[in-house]
C-alpha cells in the first residue's frame, strides 16, 4: 500500500471521530468578514469565480466563499465531514455550493476546471503536498488563483511543533515552514502573489483535546507536554502556550500562500 493510501487510512480513522466536534469548534469561530481575513486578502474572491475547496473538512471556507462567487464546491475524503458541511449549509440556506466524498490524489475534475482552488488546514495531513499542489494547479484554470492556508511554524520550533501534534492527533503527517510551502508554488512555476504568517487567536488547549483522538494512554501525555510548555514560557512548541485563569491557551502559528496559475513547469 502507498504511503498516500495508508495517510488516507489514518485520515479516515481521525476524521470521522472528529467530525462532529471538529464541525462545533470551527463554527463557534468568528466568520471572516467579522475582521481581518489574510485568506480573503490573499485571493480576493469575485462575483465571478468558480471555486474548488480542497479537503474542505466540515465547510466552513466553502460557505464563506460562496457567498462571495458564483459558485463553490468542496471535495473532503471523508464523509462525515461532508455531512457536517451539508448540515450547516441547510442551516445557513446556502444555494450555490456542491460537495463531494472523493480523494485529492488526483482530484476527480477536468484541467482548468476552476477559477479560484483553496485548501485551508489540510496540507500537514498530507503524505505528498506537493504532488497534491499539483493537482491543484491542474484543475485550476490559466490566470486563476491557488491559495493554501495552514499550520506554519517556525523553523526553530517546527521538528518539536510536529511531534507534539503528531502525539495529539495521529492522522498529522507535517507542518510546512512558510519558506517551505513557497518552495513547493515556486517549484511548479506558479507566481506567487501573495504570503502572509500570524498567529490565530487564543484556544484553549481542552477545546482542542475535544476534537482529539490520540492513541490509548497518550491524551494525559499531550497535556503535560503543552503544560510544561505554559509553565516554563519557554515556547519550545512555537504554540505560545500560556496559562491564563488556571486553563492552558495556544496560538497556532498560520501561513497563507497565494499564487496565480501562469502555466506549469514541465
Known sequence: MSQHHTQNEAILDQFTKQAEPYAKLTTSLPRAGEGASPLLDAIGPLPTD???DVACGAGSLTLMLAARVRHATGIDLTAA???QARAQQAKAGVANVGWLVGDVLPLPFPDGAFSLVVSQSAFHHLADPGAV???MARVCARG???AIND???DPATADAFNRAEKLRD???VRALPPAELRALGRK???EEIATSSRL???FPLEAILATSFPEPGDMDRVRALYGADAESGANTLGLNAVFEDDRIMIRYPMTVVAWRHAGIAG
Do not use: D
Open 50 to 52: 468558480t471555486v474548488l
Open 81 to 83: 465531514m461532508i455531512g
Open 151 to 153: 499550520l506554519g511554524p
Open 188 to 190: 511548479l512555476g506558479l
Open 200 to 202: 490565530t487567536q487564543k
Open 144 to 146: 486563476g488563483r491557488i
Open 170 to 172: 495521529p492522522s498529522h
Open 133 to 135: 499542489l499539483a493537482e
